[in-house]
């Protein structure tokens, strides 16, 4: 695969007549950074759409996350993702944030623009994106598991995208409340923290919900939500964000039940086919990227 992409791009570099071999740079920090396989989808979206770009997956520790923005920043990179630990504390290094991120105060994607380096959080825009093939969340009732760094993000962007009402469910009352805090000030939206109760019942008048938690995460795979089965209906949408294994039992009980379900693989390509249209301005094909990634975790 890399070396048709590499003759492919230096015979694209020759063609034209005159050569080009500096690539458009991107990439990822974070810490640990092996099992990240955001790279290969990356890379098999900039060999499909013939963009001359590469993604590097660098481990990058705390204390030399400076160090790295300003190598980025250098060597002239268009962006670059950002995970675990340093979504948050990579603000101080940036020259400003999209609304999303200003709102919610994490970035897990960089972009330069105009010589600025600007903040950006494509996980919550990239669950939206992937929901939105299947119905728009303006106006609808949502529910959501969870209250960590990707329910905050995911709270985040439906609000914004005009949700009419978001119930934030989570194991954990403060952190459940915070969120709901953090999003009802900032945002139009009617946002309440519900406490997590035994075999939970969904409320009638739910359109989504969606699992936020990392609860199905491999290995653990048979885990399950605390929820009644039962309360799940034909016409929800259910939305799992785990990407490994994207069937995960919540997925297969709201199938059996008739709602419409996503997987965690949406919106992890689609946090990916965003990333690539804010540095490359390529509307990248989410059909090759997922294929990559299914490809990755075997299913
Ligand atoms: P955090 O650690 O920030 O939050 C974890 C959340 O899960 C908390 O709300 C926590 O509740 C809850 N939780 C964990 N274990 C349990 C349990 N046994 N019972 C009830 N609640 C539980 O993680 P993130 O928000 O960053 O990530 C959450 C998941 O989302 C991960 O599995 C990750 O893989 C996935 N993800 C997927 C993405 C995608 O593109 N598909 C993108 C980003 C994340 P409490 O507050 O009570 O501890």
Redesign the pocket.
């Known amino acids: 695969m890399a070396s048709i992409w590499h003759d492919g791009l230096f015979a694209a570099a020759l063609a034209g007549g005159r050569m080009n071999f500096l690539s458009l740079i991107t990439g990822s920090f974070a810490m640990p950074a092996a099992e990240n396989p955001t790279v290969a989808m990356m890379d098999a979206a900039y060999a499909h759409h013939r963009v001359d770009a590469r993604y590097i997956n660098c481990e990058v520790p705390p204390e030399k996350l400076g160090d790295a923005v300003r190598g980025a920043r250098a060597m002239g990179w268009a962006g670059f993702n950002c995970s675990?630990p340093h979504k948050v504390t990579v603000i101080e290094h940036l020259d400003g944030l999209g609304e999303s991120a200003a709102i919610m105060r994490a970035v897990n994607c960089t972009v330069l623009r105009d010589g600025k380096l600007i903040g950006e959080n494509t996980?919550g825009k990239?669950?939206l994106k992937s929901l939105r093939e299947v119905v728009d969340p303006a106006g609808r009732n949502v529910v959501i598991?969870?209250?960590?760094?990707?329910?905050?993000?995911i709270c985040v962007e439906l609000a914004l995208a005009g949700a009419r009402s978001i119930t934030v469910v989570?194991?954990?009352r403060t952190?459940?409340e915070e969120l709901a805090g953090l999003v009802g000030e900032r945002t139009p939206a009617n946002v309440a923290y519900a406490p997590?109760t035994t075999n939970y019942a969904v409320p009638e008048n739910t359109d989504i919900v969606v699992n936020?938690?990392?609860?199905g995460?491999y290995p653990d795979v048979d885990?399950r939500?605390?929820l009644d089965p039962a309360s799940l209906r034909p016409g929800m949408v259910v939305a799992d964000?785990?990407?490994?294994p994207p069937r995960t039992r919540l997925v297969r009980e709201a199938e059996v039940r008739g709602c419409t379900v996503l997987d965690?693989?949406?919106?992890?390509v689609n946090?990916g086919v965003i990333n690539i249209k804010y540095w490359t301005g390529v509307d990248a094909d989410a059909g090759v990227m997922r294929r990559r990634i299914e490809q990755i975790f075997g299913v």
């Not at 965690?264 to 992890?268: E, I, K, R, T």
Request: positive net charge; aromatic residues 8%.
């Open positions: 675990l996980d990239g669950f598991f969870g209250a960590g760094g990707a329910a905050r993000a989570n194991r954990g952190r459940g997590w936020a938690t990392s609860i995460l885990a939500l605390d964000i785990i990407p490994n965690g693989l949406g919106m992890l946090q």
